[in-house]
């Protein structure tokens, strides 16, 4: 039986590396295997990095970088299902405790703030996290992912916005939560997925249609807080005439 | 005939499992010689899916490995924990129960064309 040189084992690690085999236990495995087969097949005369070149060609389709890329993807799938279960449990407890919340705040019971807070901090650091997380594996394109991510963050600041407003903190009566979020969506969110979607011909008329609901959406909730300082500003005149 | 790697990938765990079970301990390269001589080369296990599903196997705490150097190599054998045999039992047990089925459905499937 052959019996490989330490130089050829070293050859053909640096090898299996260079090809993008990052995980060592995965290094260690597919150099022992490929050992194993060169030692019982390769013959005294044959040339050596000929016959490896054959059979390392044996364990990929396209590229051996397949192998390290399955092995992740298991590693990972593993805790798919446990995230999957959590975002669900937590939109389902978001939507629960946020109706607790307005039905204590609309009766004037106690508990609304305690109520609002919990609810969007599941909804902000839980399920709008896991859903990035979660979709962005479907995802192929790194442009597809940042209108996930900017559309995640939308919906974040968002939340936290309608938290501030309700809960009169003090940087909500000038607006800055509201305003963040608009100037973000106009000038990150809306464009990303403007021109992510209007390159493809199935999406186009979808994505005009979408972006236009869009800009009136958040150009109503503009003008509904630069409206609000004179709102409050009327009403206290009217107060102070009384 | 050479099974497709499609029918061969739904059973790859049970597969391994069930070698390690009999086996005792084994190694990457052992497992793939053991599964082509007992199914007389009928079946073919591929790098490509082996090693993703014995790390996965590992990391779900089914099998333990121990290290054997040879040389400027590592040899990983891989062996079952107590909660890998019970896991054994019930693969293949869910296995028998999904050939039993599958003949039954490919049966009246048969009949019915």
Known sequence: ?242 | MLFSSELIKGTLKTIVLKLLADNKRMYGYEITQKVKELTRDRILITEGALYPTLHALEADGLVVTELEYIGKRVRKHYKLTPTGKSKTKEKVSELIEFMQTMHVLLDINLQTS
């Open chain 1, 1 to 242: 039986m052959y019996t490989l040189s330490d130089q050829q084992v070293e050859f053909i690690l640096k090898d299996i590396q260079q090809k993008g085999i990052h995980t060592e236990d995965l290094q260690q495995n597919l150099l022992d295997h490929i050992c194993c087969i060169l030692e019982t097949e390769i013959k005294v005369d044959d040339d050596f990095e000929t016959v490896y070149t054959l059979v390392l060609q044996r364990f990929y389709k396209n590229e051996l970088l397949e192998i390290e890329q399955e092995t992740q993807d298991l590693l990972t799938f593993k805790n798919f299902y446990f995230m999957k279960k959590v975002m669900i449990l937590s939109g389902l407890s978001t939507a629960g405790t946020f109706m607790l919340g307005s039905v204590c705040k609309v009766m004037h019971w106690p508990g609304a703030s305690f109520f609002f807070v919990l609810a969007i901090g599941l909804l902000s650091f839980l399920f709008l996290p896991l859903l990035f997380l979660l979709k962005q594996k479907e995802l192929k394109s790194l442009q597809e992912k940042l209108v996930l991510l900017s559309g995640v963050l939308v919906g974040m600041l968002y939340t936290v916005a309608v938290l501030a407003s309700v809960m009169h903190w003090t940087m909500a009566k000038s607006g800055t939560y509201w305003l963040l979020m608009i100037g973000f969506s106009f000038f990150v969110f809306i464009p990303l997925y403007f021109f992510n979607g209007i390159r493809k011909p199935e999406s186009k008329i979808n994505t005009i249609l979408v972006t236009c609901l869009m800009v009136i959406f958040m150009s109503l909730q503009f003008l509904m807080v630069s409206l609000k300082p004179d709102i409050q500003k009327q009403i206290t005149a009217i107060e102070a005439k009384q």
